[in-house]
């Protein structure tokens, strides 16, 4: 979540569910497939429609399910969101709608950012947007004469060459509209697997320590030397787009994975399995023999959520407890005592060169419970200081940050006050996806997840009821297109990129638009997977998986 | 409107709000007032005249689930004449229901047999017609009993206020009345997109989680409450074990995100803990054991071992591919899956004893 931190000093989603879908009175969603992806906030947004007559902006290429139930659906073509933003801004300042107060209070860098929004009036954005100026004139007002709105988003927003722009153009929106640190605003964006605003908080990224100390910064490499007695590299390292193509160059020799399965979610699977395979070594620390375990050298069985304790940090910062319900099954044992095991052993072999100072006051390996790591956790990242599990189990659950045992935690980020300081408006242009269709190619691809399947499919795969309702992969086609490649009657497409080639189940539906195509990558046998572009944003490095360009053809069942 | 209004509830004066119903206003107030058709997170309903309470200057009982207080109302909710409509009501359900209950899923968790229970109603005192529906099995998910069904539209109610599809309406009028899917076809080839709000406040066994069925009493049930594990929006669910199996799974009703409500992964989504590809003990290469190396891309065959024969492997090859070819040589993939505790070991784990920040998990996928 680059984007935020540049534009308020926080990357996480501001606001909280309960708060967004009880007070916001337009919801203006880009990008996001709620009602799939994030189905209980997805149901919210039905009922603020329904109930309390909320307003809701769709953005998105396809037809999801939420425009049942929009006021208004901006149908852009895929990769052109930060043309779609840009214009709206450009209505919105020309009309003289924009909160001029906040503006000047909280915010810096209004002159720059109106500058460049003088590329876009309503009939570029149209151009580029495929939307019509009328729509976007009506959308505009829509936003600027109801406050607040929340704004939210996922992965549509952030997996593209520029995600990290769209991002700050969203953060530029809702300060325009002065819609940031009050009930039922707010820049939301919804994070994906259950646990990624934790890992992220946990220090999980290659750039930040826990509660985001930077590595960079010669004050928290200190703090951690001193708290964990070694060294601590001040290099910024390498993150997983770069590390497996880094495998293959024999820059990394080995992989330490927990369960995580890089052949079904990484971009271009065929280039992933030839990095994997030039990897020296690699330990697979999973519950199944997934995607990834044919490239391991060794597995080490960990067991699922229900079988161990420890807590889950949700896309709203709230930090909740999870609590052993089975005994783990066979010889598997949870995660956290496995890695426990392997840092044992790593500080006591005799010939290992790197030398760590034992008595220092964190550098021992001795947890007997989850609880006594969070007690770790609580003295080294500030946000959790207060995160006790004496006050999980009495039921109380909190959004971070929590500064103290006393603190009730934080359910609204910037009230008053960006972390920064001021709201930084960010210039941004927009930039056409990296690989566009052509004569050989003359599809876009855009691919992401259904409501019965998960991620990898790792999990739901394996869950009868789940592969019973939906028991294949099935490619989204626009019945025009579906005419024209000739698929009358016969059901199945080859769908190819450069890189690879698919065959799956055609679905014919206008949840997508004429020239687009929709995929998943839950299923092995035809992930979507195998065919995206590798292309990263140079901040985030985050792929474009909302875009590659294809050739699909129909082909004999 | 935050107006006050003084009512007394069986000799007891309370402060009720305006715009609140009586039931609403004897909840807050710890009252007891026995329902079927009602269901706090729903609207009200007033189908079953469970509720039924006896109000002083009224002719008739009244709904307490309906009727809006007033200043000065005076109620009894436990009246003789009360009781006596409360069994009437009950024992009309009863004459048409299976009456299986010894069977049923539902006992020890169904609120009919809980109020025949409370005013001793047992169902033989009128002979009337039975339905006899096929019992609906064809989703995976949910299986549809209307011969259980008492017609409280709870399902409803909860299928198009907190899910906003419309999956289920009641079809037909008096005893042909039944509840159906879409145009009257099953939940799979309705709108509906199983998240089982209609299970979750059925009051009856009319709707039950097929993984449910045989596997068990609620009282043979260890209920632990923990959160899903699927998408980010962090539902609070409750396990219900059984012979270390989960046998069925349900929403936590005062959690913060979701109110006891989940959606279909979080609910019927979590048999694959017990699926036999699961790894249940460590491997590693066979190239390994014997000491060689590794020839080319081909990694041989897997050797079952015991764990400290796995993490010692583990352990030796990390220190000595970070001592030969620097702690940058070394990249780990932590995970979105697993704990804040887990993520944080493995923090530590790269950073203080490889030495590196080669350290990232799928945010950015
Ligand atoms: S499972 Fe959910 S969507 Fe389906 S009928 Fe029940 S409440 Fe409606
Ligand atoms: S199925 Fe259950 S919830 Fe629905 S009307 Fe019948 S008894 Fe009520
Ligand atoms: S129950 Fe559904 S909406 Fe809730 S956390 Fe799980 S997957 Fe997400
Ligand atoms: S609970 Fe009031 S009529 Fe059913």
Redo the contacts between chains.
């Keep these: 979540m680059a984007g935020l931190a540049t534009a308020f000093g926080s990357g996480a989603m501001s606001n909280s569910?309960?708060d967004v879908t009880q007070k916001a009175k337009v919801f203006f969603v880009i990008g996001s497939n709620t009602?799939e992806?994030?189905?209980?906030?997805g149901?919210k947004i039905?009922?603020a429609?329904?109930?309390r007559n909320a307003l809701l902006i769709v953005a998105d290429p396809r037809q999801i399910p939420l425009v049942d139930?929009a006021t208004l659906h901006l149908q852009h073509k895929p990769g052109t969101d930060l043309a779609l933003l840009n214009g709206l801004m450009h209505i919105i300042l020309k009309n003289g709608w924009e909160d001029k107060e906040f503006i000047a209070e909280r915010t810096e860098g209004f002159e720059e950012f109106k500058a460049v929004l003088e590329h876009y009036p309503p009939h570029v954005a149209s151009e580029i947007t495929g939307v019509s100026e009328d729509l976007l004139y009506e959308a505009a007002q829509l936003m600027a004469t109801n406050k607040p709105m929340a704004a939210i988003w996922a992965m549509g927003i952030?997996q593209h060459i520029k995600g990290v722009h769209n991002v700050l153009a969203l953060a530029n929106l809702q300060m325009l509209l002065g819609n940031i640190g009050i009930p039922g605003g707010g820049v939301n964006p919804?994070?994906?697997?259950?646990?990624?605003?934790?890992?992220?908080?946990?220090?999980?990224?290659?750039?930040v320590?826990?509660a985001y100390q930077p590595?960079t910064s010669e004050e928290a490499a200190k703090k951690?030397s001193q708290a964990?007695?070694?060294?601590?590299?001040t290099?910024?390292?390498?993150?997983?787009?770069e590390?497996i193509p880094?495998?293959k160059a024999g820059?990394?020799?080995?992989?330490?994975?927990?369960?995580?399965d890089?052949i079904m979610?990484?971009?271009d699977t065929n280039h992933v399995r030839t990095c994997l395979?030039?990897c020296?070594?690699i330990?697979l620390q999973?519950?199944?023999?997934t995607e990834t375990a044919?490239?391991?050298?060794?597995?080490?069985?960990g067991v699922?959520?229900?079988?161990?304790?420890?807590?889950?940090?949700?896309?709203?910062r709230?930090?909740?407890?999870?609590?052993?319900?089975?005994?783990p099954?066979?010889?598997?044992?949870?995660?956290?005592q496995?890695?426990?095991?392997?840092?044992n052993?790593?500080?006591t072999?005799p010939?290992?060169?790197?030398k760590?100072d034992t008595q220092a006051p964190y550098?021992r390996?001795d947890?007997q419970h989850?609880s006594q790591?969070?007690e770790?956790?609580n003295a080294l990242a500030p946000s959790?200081a207060g995160v006790k599990y004496t006050r999980l189990e009495r039921g109380e659950?909190f959004q971070w940050p929590v500064l103290d045992e006393n603190h009730p935690g934080t359910p609204i980020l910037h009230v008053g006050k960006f972390a920064r300081g001021l709201g930084k408006f960010s210039a941004v242009e927009y930039i056409p996806p990296a690989e566009l269709p052509d004569e050989n190619y003359p599809f876009i691809l855009s691919t992401g997840r259904v409501?019965?399947h998960?991620?990898g499919g790792?999990?739901?795969r394996?869950?009868?009821?789940?592969l019973?309702?939906y028991p294949k992969p099935l490619i989204e086609i626009h019945p025009e297109d579906a005419e024209r490649i000739g698929l009358n009657g016969r059901r199945r497409v080859r769908v190819t990129s450069r890189r690879g080639s698919i065959e799956a189940e055609a679905w014919i539906t206008d949840r997508v638009l004429p020239g687009m195509i929709y995929a998943n990558f839950h299923f092995p046998e035809a992930s979507a997977n195998v065919l995206t572009h590798a292309a990263l944003d140079p901040i985030?490095?985050?792929?474009e998986?909302k875009v590659c360009a294809v050739r699909v053809e129909a082909v004999e069942s | 409107m935050m107006e006050k209004a003084t009512i007394t509830i069986d000799g007891r004066k309370i402060q009720a709000r305006y715009g609140q119903t009586i039931l609403q206003a004897a909840r807050e107030h710890g009252i007891y007032i026995p329902v079927l058709c009602d269901h706090p997170a729903l609207p009200p309903e007033g189908a079953c005249r469970i509720c039924l309470v006896e109000i002083e200057r009224q002719r008739t009982l009244q709904p307490a689930c309906t009727f809006p207080v007033s200043e000065g109302l005076v109620i009894y909710t436990h009246s003789p004449k009360v009781i006596e409509a409360r069994k009437f009501s009950l024992e009309l359900l009863l004459s048409d229901h299976p009456l299986d209950c010894m069977t049923c899923e539902a006992t020890g968790n169904c609120l009919l047999q809980d109020l025949a229970y409370e005013y001793g109603v047992t169902g033989d005192r009128y002979q009337g017609e039975k339905h006899q529906y096929p019992i609906d099995a064809s989703?995976?998910?949910i299986v549809v009993d209307r011969n259980k069904c008492i017609l409280c539209r709870r399902c409803v109610r909860a299928c198009?206020?907190?899910?906003?599809?419309e999956a289920i309406s009641v079809f037909y009028r008096g005893f042909n009345a039944y509840i159906g899917f879409g145009a009257d076809s099953t939940m799979?080839d309705s709108p509906c997109?199983?998240?089982g709000s209609c299970v979750e406040v059925c009051p009856t066994g009319a709707l039950w989680p097929?993984?449910a069925i045989g596997k068990g009493r609620p009282y043979q049930l260890?209920k632990?409450?923990?959160?899903?594990?699927?998408?980010?929006?962090?539902?609070?669910i409750e396990?219900q074990?059984r012979n270390?199996?989960?046998v069925n799974v349900v929403g936590v009703e005062n959690a913060?995100?979701?109110q006891g409500?989940?959606?279909?992964?979080g609910r019927?989504?979590?048999?694959?803990?017990?699926?036999p590809?699961?790894?249940?003990?460590?491997?590693?290469?066979k190239y390994?054991l014997e000491g060689g190396k590794?020839e080319g891309?081909e990694?041989g065959e897997?050797v079952e071992v015991d764990?400290d024969t796995?993490?010692?492997?583990?352990?030796?090859?990390?220190?000595e591919?970070?001592?030969t070819?620097g702690?940058?040589?070394?990249?780990?993939?932590?995970?979105?899956?697993?704990?804040?505790?887990?993520?944080?070991?493995?923090?530590?784990?790269?950073?203080?004893?490889?030495?590196?920040?080669?350290?990232?998990?799928?945010?950015?996928?």
């Design positions: 569910i309960e009602t992806q994030h189905p209980i906030i149901m039905r009922q429609v329904r109930q139930f952030t919804l994070r994906g697997q259950n646990n990624v605003q934790g890992a992220c908080d946990m220090g999980g990224l290659p750039n320590y826990p590595v951690f964990w007695g070694a060294p601590m590299s290099k910024v390292g390498m993150t997983v787009t590390m880094a495998a820059h990394i020799k080995a992989l330490y994975i927990m369960a995580e890089p979610s990484d971009a395979e030039a020296e070594f330990v999973e519950i199944f023999y044919p490239y391991a050298d060794v597995l080490l069985p699922s959520f229900a079988e161990k304790c420890g807590t889950f940090t949700n896309t709203e709230r930090i909740q407890l999870v609590r052993q319900a089975l005994q099954l066979g010889e598997a044992r949870p995660d956290w496995i890695l426990t095991e392997v840092a052993r790593i500080l072999n010939s290992g060169q790197r760590v550098a390996w947890y989850p790591i969070m770790e956790i959790y659950t409501l019965y998960w991620h790792e999990l739901t394996r869950s009868q009821g789940l019973e309702i985030s490095k985050i792929p998986f | 989703n995976p998910f198009a206020y907190i899910n906003g599809v799979q997109e199983f998240c097929k993984m260890q632990v409450q923990t959160v899903c594990a699927y998408c980010g929006v962090g539902c609070q396990l074990v270390n199996r989960i913060p995100v979701n409500f989940t959606c279909v992964k019927f989504g979590n048999d694959f803990v017990h699926h590809d699961r790894l249940t003990r460590p491997r590693v290469r390994l590794r891309k990694r897997w764990w796995a993490l010692d492997l583990v352990s030796r090859k990390l220190v591919i970070r001592d070819y702690s940058d040589s070394i990249g780990v993939l932590t995970s979105a899956k697993c704990t804040n505790e887990e993520n944080y070991l493995m923090n530590k784990l790269a950073r203080q004893l490889i030495g590196t920040n080669n350290i990232d998990h799928c945010a950015r996928l």
